[in-house]
């Protein structure tokens, strides 16, 4: 080696130490600089040494960052660790420079054989908080102490730094002393100041007495040491700054093998795993989070002029979304965010001019669009993406070949997507995710369906996590497949169920995943839960997730037979046990029992003629047990009240029979706390009982004439139910109920008459001409006449039954 020149004053004092930030775009400059200048025949990189083998996966033109190295027990998956690094890190940066210039590259930390297995003995930490066996991302300080499992950061570097300079936000510091500063022609310089100044601050807080800074540490200067020996000095460390006054530290192999002494040990495996600037930021919990990923990725990629090219990213944004931006916009705000540097005595614009800039200029002051921008600039939702060739389970090169197969690919962006279950493709993606939701692994969440009520449609909320590949790696105990994964899992699942509606609740999944294998032991399970459970309740909350289950048949081509057979018989025991359980219960176990008659009430009109060959007539017994519930007096008042609701709705019950019966209720011999449960029960619930006061006078009456002959010792026991059921009426329902009492039933202006009195209106409903505004109705409602061959009208005619039994 040349005894003058640069790279002689690079190792003029041992190896290169090149102190860096994680994650810090400065930083990454200033290492490639280095790395250009010094010319190292080997690249000693902070990380795991179990990934010295997945180095050169970082020339495939397949791998993009942002990535992280995944490291998991062999033996317990969910016993993990990441580790980062984004198109911006200094270590990133360090590997892609030794793989062009093939030069060797290791990694020099703490193997994670040992993190994982040292982490057992105390909960691991992750961005939701401690809890056992949880992801953790290991490799917390990129300017500040480590923090492995269980640990806080002690001390902020950063913020001691910045403090020091008269700075009160750190990363204002770091902009200024570092990502807006050259080298002016000394490339080494920066790395010698950093690492004085941790010197420095080590010297004030010392370590904190934690003893895994200093295990990491000696694990470092050991491979440093063997890296010497086999390429003398011309050796370059690329680690946290943090660590540079350790590795200057002289200490003698025996001391620091002495620290390394009896470590506990695990067998680990590790491979590439896709990451996103979102898990990079500080807001998601990971320690060496930067606040800014995106902006750090811009700067870091657009070195010249980057507030203009910045600028022209955000009205980019604001445009896609309908905001209006011209170019006079990105101008002006280029110059304002100038003009606030320099009034502030930056060297050039920061985050914070231009945001101020972005919100004055583009967004009109306004912080709605500003968020807009923040969460999808600042922040970013960029996915890094991995080689096919990099390490998995078998389960996750399943899972990656339906994907490209099923033309869905994973995002970091939450989105919806709309599923039409009639096609192929579509119910292919379907059964995906529901068979991953079955094994743990969350990429989508089901939601509601916006302008269609028929089962051929599904709407899912789609968005991959980096931490879903631990999830992954968990369920491959499950199987190789997906497919044989979520059919064992369904198995083992309805073996532990701890109730009834547990297990019919997983048939329901069996039949939305597609598992025709795991179903029929789940059926097995439910039919001999179902013999020997007698509770009502656990029986009536089992029906109707077996009854929507029946639904998917047609639509997923799936043999529900001997699904209807079982919940036929289900309805049947809970017909037979509903009167007898419904006899004195107090106020709480009433409620809860008039949920489950509502719930037994929907499953029974979802059921229809499903089960007809083996239970014919199964509603009209239905509706023998509510007559029973509405007249049998040991029957609490707000369940009878429902029965007599459920049974006019059906059209089971004569308006005058309900009026009778509701004159019965509210007669004077009635207790009032009783008579108002059976209000409660028959016209609350949100289910249209306000309508049906507004539009059925005789009922109004009835309800106002009781309540006004309360007495004043009894109206204040039955306001509070009272007022719980008139509260969850719409606001304009009780507007016009409030109108009607105060001008008394029948009276001009009300709008329903009760008798032919009042002008305009009949005593009772003209059939024959409402009948003859029905085939325009189905003409604007697309509903066909029975044969007609339309999808669009199979489907409202399928939400139609569904809703009206």
Request: glycine share 10%; proline share 7%; aromatic share 6%.
């Amino acid at each position: 080696m040349d005894g003058t020149g640069p790279r002689a004053w690079a190792y003029g004092d041992g190896p290169l130490l090149l102190g860096v930030r994680h994650h810090g775009p400065g930083s990454a400059r200033a290492v490639r600089a280095a790395l250009e200048e010094a010319r190292p025949r080997v690249v000693l990189i902070e990380g795991p040494p179990e990934a010295d083998g997945l180095i050169p996966l970082a020339a495939d033109e397949d791998m993009r960052p942002p990535v992280a190295l995944l490291a998991h027990a062999v033996d317990e998956p969910g016993r993990s660790a990441f580790w980062p690094l984004a198109e911006f890190s200094p270590e990133w940066v360090a590997i892609r420079w030794a793989v062009e210039h093939e030069v060797p590259a290791r990694f020099i930390d703490l193997p994670a054989a040992h993190s994982l297995a040292w982490g057992k003995e105390e909960p691991t930490t992750d961005r939701t908080g401690p809890r056992p066996g949880g992801t953790e991302e290991t490799e917390p300080g990129p300017d500040a102490p480590p923090r492995d499992a269980g640990e806080t950061v002690r001390v902020d570097p950063l913020a001691a730094l910045a403090e020091a300079a008269g700075y009160d936000d750190p990363e204002r510091w770091w902009e200024d002393a570092v990502e807006h500063r050259g080298t002016d022609g000394d490339v080494f310089g920066p790395f010698v100041a950093l690492g004085d100044a941790m010197a420095a601050l080590r010297e004030t807080y010392g370590t904190g007495g934690h003893d895994r800074d200093l295990v990491r540490e000696a694990y470092m200067r050991l491979q440093v040491r063997a890296a010497r020996k086999e390429f003398a000095d011309e050796v370059a460390v690329v680690c946290g700054a943090w660590h540079v006054p350790a590795l200057r530290e002289k200490r003698t192999v025996t001391a620091d093998r002495t620290l390394l002494k009896g470590l506990p040990k695990v067998k680990a495996d590790m491979t590439w795993v896709p990451w996103t600037h979102r898990r990079l930021s500080r807001v998601s919990g990971y320690g060496a989070g930067i606040e800014s990923p995106g902006w750090y990725g811009h700067l870091f990629g657009a070195p010249d002029r980057p507030v203009e090219r910045w600028m022209t990213k955000v009205a980019g944004l604001l445009r896609e979304e309908d905001h209006l931006v011209s170019s006079a916009h990105v101008i002006e705000a280029v110059r304002l965010a100038g003009t606030l540097a320099a009034m502030r005595g930056r060297p050039l614009p920061g985050l914070t001019e231009t945001t101020d800039a972005v919100r004055a200029v583009m967004c009109e002051g306004s912080d709605v669009p500003l968020g807009l921008v923040h969460d999808r600039l600042v922040v970013g939702d960029v996915l890094g993406e991995v080689p096919e060739s990099a390490p998995a389970v078998p389960l996750q090169r399943d899972l990656a070949r339906l994907q490209r197969r099923l033309r869905l690919k994973p995002e970091a962006l939450e989105r919806e997507a709309e599923f039409d279950l009639r096609k192929e493709t579509d119910a292919g993606r379907s059964r995906l995710l529901h068979r991953l939701r079955l094994i743990g692994v969350a990429w989508g969440e089901p939601t509601a369906s916006r302008g269609s009520t028929g089962t051929f449609r599904e709407t899912w909320r789609l968005r991959w996590e980096p931490e879903l590949s631990v999830r992954i790696a968990e369920a491959g105990v499950w199987g190789t497949t997906v497919l044989s994964a979520a059919t064992a899992k369904a198995e083992a699942d309805a073996v532990t169920a701890q109730s009834l509606a547990d297990v019919t609740g997983l048939a329901e999944h069996c039949l939305l995943a597609g598992l025709p294998d795991a179903l029929p032991v789940v059926m097995r399970i439910l039919a001999d839960r179902a013999a020997l459970d007698a509770d009502v309740g656990h029986l009536a909350q089992a029906l109707p997730a077996l009854v929507r289950s029946l639904r998917y048949g047609d639509v997923r081509a799936t043999d529900t037979r001997a699904l209807a057979e079982v919940a036929a018989g289900l309805a049947e025991r809970v017909f037979v046990g509903l009167p007898p359980a419904c006899a004195a219960l107090d106020q709480e176990a009433a409620a809860r029992m008039r949920s489950h008659v509502d719930e037994v009430h929907g499953a029974v009109g979802l059921l229809g003629e499903t089960a007809a060959e083996t239970h014919g007539g199964l509603r009209a017994r239905w509706h023998s047990v509510l007559q029973v519930l509405s007249r049998r007096d040991t029957v609490p008042g707000v369940i009878r009240g429902r029965a007599v609701r459920l049974l006019l709705d059906d059209g089971e019950l004569a308006p005058d029979d309900t009026a009778r019966l509701m004159g019965l209720v509210l007669s004077p011999g009635t207790a009032p706390a009783d008579a108002a449960a059976w209000i409660e029960g028959f016209v609350g619930g949100g289910a249209g009982g306000g309508m049906l006061l507004v539009h059925d006078e005789r009922l109004l009456g009835l309800v106002d004439a009781w309540l006004s002959a309360v007495p004043g010792e009894a109206f204040t026991d039955v306001l509070p139910l009272l007022r719980r059921t008139f509260s969850a009426y719409e606001p304009g329902v009780r507007r016009t109920l409030g109108e009607l009492v105060r001008r008394g039933p029948g009276r001009r202006g009300s709008t329903v008459a009760v008798g032919p009195a009042t002008p305009g209106f009949a005593a009772e409903h003209d059939a024959g001409r409402a009948d003859a505004v029905l085939p325009v109705l189905r003409l604007l409602l697309g509903l066909y006449e029975d044969g007609a061959d339309d999808a669009d009208g199979a489907e409202n005619n399928d939400g139609l039954v569904g809703v009206g039994g």
